[in-house]
């Protein structure tokens, strides 16, 4: 399902990723866990397809996507890949609804049919009552689940998230954990986790610890 192969990284003299593999199967959900400056969320960008790897592959459902065009790249990405940060990063002038049809209307979905879907995921999350609020109107779990509906409707192959509870207090962060696995046992889905939550890092199908640009 995802591989990278021999992945570096430096920026400048400053080395972050020393030749990194990983395998994850369909329907796996991975934690990456490691002290700050580890170099999670730099691997993190680089298997989602943001940055680039000075050397490597990465490869998504047999899709080597570090030989495709900054255009086609983008194009994958939107349709195959979904991400969820600290920071929900909705636009604060959109409705919930509207933020989470974005990534569907830019598939070239329909209005109508986006809506549907934004609706559908909406509901499935318990927020379709909240459907017309801006972002400001919402509670940090409630916006977190906003950006969990924006990454699923393309319905992604794969789910990045770095640090996605980092801003949440304790019980939003175990609801938010809870729905991965729930979202993984109804659709399916294959989740790569950068945390710092050991109870989250806990629950995954396997984690692995980064030190030094490194799987230790």
């Known amino acids: 399902m995802l591989q990278a192969k021999n992945i570096y990284k430096k920026y400048g003299n400053l080395e972050i990723l ?76 959109f409705t919930a609804l509207e933020n989470v049809m974005l990534p569907a209307l830019i598939k070239g979905i329909s209005k109508s049919d986006a809506k549907k879907e934004a609706e559908k995921y909406l509901d499935i999350l318990g927020l379709l009552d909240r459907s017309a609020h801006q972002p400001a109107e919402l509670s940090g779990g409630e916006q977190q689940r906003i950006s969990v509906a924006r990454a699923l409707i393309n319905q992604p192959k794969v789910i990045f998230a770095d640090e996605p509870s980092g801003n949440l207090d304790s019980v939003n962060s175990d609801a938010l954990h809870k729905l991965f696995f729930d979202l993984r046992d109804q659709f399916n889905h294959t989740f790569v986790i950068v945390t710092h939550n050991e109870n989250l890092a806990n629950m995954a199908d396997r984690k692995l610890t980064m030190s030094d640009g490194l799987f230790i």
Request: charged share 20%.
């Open 18 to 93: 020393k030749g990194i593999d990983i395998d994850v199967e369909s329907g796996e959900i991975v934690s990456v866990v490691g002290s700050s400056g580890a170099g999670k969320t730099t691997f993190l960008q680089i298997l989602g397809t943001l940055d680039k790897p000075d050397l490597g592959d990465i490869l998504i459902n047999n899709t080597n996507v570090s030989q495709l065009s900054d255009k086609k790249k983008a194009q994958f990405r939107n349709e195959n890949l979904g991400f969820i940060f600290q920071f929900h990063q909705l636009l604060p002038e």
